[in-house]
DNA sequence: AGCTATTCCGAAACCGCTTTCGGATGCAAG
DNA sequence: CTTGCATCCGAAAGCGGTTTCGGAATAGCT
């Protein structure tokens, strides 16, 4: 039941050490004949490699890490286990082993990140969630150690990336809304700190110039990234003395929120004012309506994150992975033309003003 | 920028090796002068103790794994995420690390188990969703290896584990819509090797009896953790020629589904027929109408579960770390007292079934 | 048979840190 | 001026592998 180490298959083979070992790994001047002998004696005792010393002797950690996202209500990031899982398989096909580490609400985040990288427990990196200047980012290209993002900060220049094009995607957005004939079109948004935020933003205003409609700053409502947020969000927007007839919301559970509060202000959503967005969960099918929006194409992103980073570290020029998808605009329910100002509105609008 | 190590610091200080090392932890032996003296020392020079190596030097591992769920159909488990960052937490007090570790589709899982223990990376596992009888509680048991299981199996003698008391809470769940005046129950099921499964089961099985209703094996349908398998089953059961006047889901997101094909079939969920899921998850608060659920209090279930871990690695006897909470009935609008069977859906049953 | 070229394996150093053990030093007591 | 005890620190032996280097044995050639 004592676990086997390589002297114990060493003495009971009459190998030395060096030559059991060379032998596990496929050295070229080990005859076959040997290395079969071993092999076989290495699963009949149950041999396993210590891999922590081989760690040590190789260098090589074999393993890297996932950052967590910092601001993890979980409600905000369903997408994490999915990731991790895609991870995991590319990782698996090595042999290699995933860390998730989470920054210490104690010390800064660059802290954590130091630390690892300097405790030699990872040989490469893998965070979320950037923002738009971020200096997790710029401590890793400056140290040189491997690291991928999964998204990307303002300036994506000189280290890798997989992200979804959220500025094209909400410029899509407003053009369909457009072309529903929405003119009044709110947004609500995140802090926007937060690059994926920024992009978004800034897709929609691409959207309104191409579509000549005029930025209106009241349009906007930044909140947290929960459904109560965008509830409040939305609700902010609609009580406004000329409220939007359509939201673009940041994400799905904010538009999620933003359902439940049209439907509490007794208008109908997809009808009175129309929503859309942004990710593609699931729920989204099951809402009330069904949620239209902006669907990530973020299947096998852990697996190809993964991927990435193995080419990194095995030597690859990081800005040779800079991939980005683009979302799909799927639609439910919850978009339609506007409806032209009817008494309802016009009476509840005023209610809840005065 | 190179990394220095514990010689570079020795040297540097005038020191062996081996009192830098002992100053750094804190051995009693070593002067407060010197010990102040090296800690200085150490961060100005931006010392960081390679890991692998003290892993190596100490025998312990100072990480834990999770072992991830094999079936992961990220909208099964969004669970993943918040027990991950509690599961962090628990561990960051001691500085120690977290591993997931996925069972690869080419080997079985006891197999992935096995490795794991074998290698050393870890000196503790928690493993989710145990089978009624899991061969991997099994091994570990009998291996001795510190370990704790989210949920538990059938047979849940002798090792430590973490579970909300599914039969319980289903159990009551029939109390109360029996009080509500329903008859008919239904019971939208998972596989039964599934232990949580089973036990939610036995629970509505245990409700009906406490009710005086005799069990009518046609109104229970096994389906997958998906909202299209509550949809399909949920159709199925309410096809039949007496249907339920109630669905009980073993899982939000069926239940989620089942709303779907009750809204489907023209009837309204909450009124024509009640529906009750278990779990608690956020978007029950947005499903039309509002999800009445058995709410888990998983809060911090990451973080109790690593401490316990933690716990037992320390020498804890694993029996003593059996916690079962309950669940607790949350209503929202998806259950009612039945309806009097209306000509509505005695119309529409024919219907489908013509 | 004699010599060089291969093939295969053993010996030993090393990876970076921990920990035991004993020796040196300083100080109080005898 | 010893003897006795703490107190501190240095030396060295691991932890369990990997990898370089060189030597022995075997094979290939003339």
């Not at 900060?153 to 094209?168: F, I, K, P």
């Not at 109560?228 to 929120?257: K, M």
């Not at 969960?281 to 697996?303: E, F, I, K, Y």
Request: net charge neutral.
């Amino acid at each position: 039941m004592a676990r086997v180490s390589l002297k114990d298959l060493a003495k009971h083979l009459g190998l030395a050490e060096g030559t059991v070992s060379r032998a596990m790994n496929n050295y070229p001047d080990i005859s076959m004949a040997t290395r079969e002998k071993v092999k076989k004696a290495a699963d009949a005792l149950g041999y396993r490699p210590n891999n922590t010393a081989r760690r040590l002797a190789t260098g090589r950690a074999e393993a890297v890490a996932y950052l967590m996202p910092t601001s993890h209500s979980a409600i905000s990031t369903p997408f994490v286990s999915q990731l991790l899982q895609g991870l995991g398989d590319a990782l698996a096909m090595r042999g290699w082993d995933l860390m998730v580490v989470q920054p210490q609400a104690a010390e800064d985040e660059l802290e954590t990140l130091r630390k690892l990288v300097a405790s030699g427990k990872v040989s490469g990196v893998v965070m979320s969630r950037p923002s738009k200047s971020d200096s997790r980012i710029e401590f890793l290209k400056k140290s040189g150690f491997p690291f991928i993002v999964h998204g990307r900060s303002r300036d994506a220049e000189g280290y890798a990336w997989y992200d979804v094009d959220g500025r094209q995607a909400f410029a899509d957005a407003v053009d369909h809304l457009a072309s529903l004939g929405h003119q009044r079109i709110g947004f609500i948004g995140a802090p926007s700190y937060l690059n994926f935020a920024q992009d978004r933003v800034d897709g929609y205003k691409d959207g309104l110039v191409a579509n000549g409609i005029t930025f209106d700053p009241d349009l906007i409502s930044v909140t947290e990234l929960t459904d109560e947020g965008g509830e409040r969000a939305a609700l902010d927007l609609l009580n406004d003395t000329a409220p939007p007839s359509a939201l673009l919301c940041v994400n799905d559970v904010q538009a999620i929120g933003a359902l439940s509060a049209i439907r509490n202000k007794g208008l109908v959503p997809g009808e009175d004012v129309s929503v859309i967005g942004y990710d593609g969960v699931w729920m989204g099918r099951h809402t009330n309506p069904p949620l239209t929006t902006l669907a990530q194409p973020q299947a096998h992103s852990g697996r190809q994150l993964g991927d990435m980073l193995l080419s990194i570290i095995d030597g690859g020029n990081p800005t040779d992975f800079q991939v980005l998808r683009r979302a799909e605009l799927v639609r439910r329910k919850s978009d339609g033309p506007p409806r032209a100002l009817t008494p309802k509105i016009q009476t509840n609008s005023r209610e809840e003003i005065s």
